[in-house]
C-alpha cells in the first residue's frame, strides 16, 4: 500500500518568506507524486506533479517541489509567501488499484497560514 | 473548455434518507473518480468509473454506489444516511483509467441531520 505524510498539520509564514511545507511518502515502486491546494470553500487545484522526469518540479504561482528517493521525501517550497496562498495544502500519491485504476491517496493536509 | 461540473452545491438530508450527487466531467474525459472529504481530513477514495464500468473501489459500505452514464457523467448515490456522511464529496475526471493527472470539481457539501 502507498501513502504519504505530511509532518506539519499548521505551518504559519509572513508574508516575503520562504514557504517549506513537508511530506514524506511510502511506495514500493517509482510513484507519481502531487501536490494539491484548496482554498476554504473550494475544489482542489493541481499545483505541480512528479512522474519519475526531473527531481525538481516546478509549479504554478511559484511553487516547486523536489522529488528526494533517498529521502522518500517531496517537499514543496516557494520563495517568496504572498497573503493569497493561505489555504490547505496537500500531498498525494498515485497508485493503480486493483481493477487497474488509478487511485489517489492522500496525505492529512497542511493549513499554510500567512501573515503580515 | 467548461471543468469539472458539480451538483448540487449544497445540500442538507435527514438520517435514513438517500441522496444522489452528479457531476460532469471535463469534455473528453473518459474517467470519473469519487472521493470524500470529512472536515479536517484530506480526500478518500471512493469509487473510479472508465467507460461505464467500475474500476476501482475503496473502503466505503455497500450503501454507497456510482455509475456512469454513455456520455461519461455520473451519479453517486448515498442509501439510508448516517451522519457520518457529512462530508465534501469531490469529483474528479481524467482523461483514462490510468491516468496519474485528475481534474476535481468544485464538490458537493452533504450535510446529514
Known amino acids: 500500500a502507498q501513502s504519504v505524510t505530511q509532518l506539519d498539520s499548521h505551518v504559519s509564514v509572513s508574508e516575503g518568506t520562504p514557504v517549506l511545507l513537508r511530506c514524506n511518502y511510502s511506495?514500493?515502486?517509482?510513484?507519481?507524486l502531487f501536490w494539491y491546494v484548496q482554498h476554504p470553500n473550494k475544489g482542489l487545484q493541481l499545483l505541480l506533479k512528479y512522474t519519475s522526469a526531473a527531481t525538481l518540479v516546478k509549479g504554478i504561482n511559484g511553487f516547486e517541489a523536489e522529488f528526494k528517493k533517498s529521502e522518500t521525501s517531496f517537499h514543496l517550497t516557494k520563495p517568496s509567501a504572498h497573503m493569497s496562498d493561505a489555504a490547505e495544502y496537500f500531498c498525494?500519491?498515485?497508485?493503480?488499484?486493483?481493477?487497474?485504476?488509478?487511485?489517489?491517496?492522500f496525505g492529512t493536509g497542511t493549513r499554510l497560514q500567512v501573515t503580515l | 473548455d467548461a471543468g469539472v461540473t458539480q451538483s448540487p452545491t449544497h445540500l442538507i438530508k435527514t438520517r435514513g434518507q438517500h441522496v444522489t450527487l452528479r457531476c460532469s466531467p471535463i469534455?473528453?474525459?473518459?474517467?470519473v473518480s469519487w472521493y470524500q472529504q470529512v472536515l479536517g481530513q484530506g480526500p478518500q477514495f471512493i469509487f473510479q468509473y472508465y467507460e461505464k464500468e467500475e474500476r476501482g473501489r475503496g473502503n466505503f459500505p455497500d450503501r454507497f454506489s456510482a455509475r456512469q452514464f454513455p456520455n461519461y457523467s455520473s451519479e453517486l448515490n448515498v442509501n439510508a444516511l448516517l451522519l457520518g456522511d457529512s462530508a465534501l464529496y469531490l469529483c474528479?475526471?481524467?482523461?483514462?483509467?490510468?491516468?496519474?493527472?485528475?481534474?476535481f470539481g468544485q464538490g458537493t457539501r452533504l450535510t446529514v441531520v
Open positions: 511506495s514500493s515502486y517509482s510513484p507519481s
Open positions: 469534455s473528453g474525459h473518459k474517467s
Open positions: 498525494v500519491v498515485s497508485s493503480l488499484s486493483t481493477g487497474t485504476a488509478s487511485k489517489l491517496t
Open positions: 474528479a475526471s481524467s482523461l483514462w483509467h490510468t491516468d496519474t493527472e485528475a481534474f
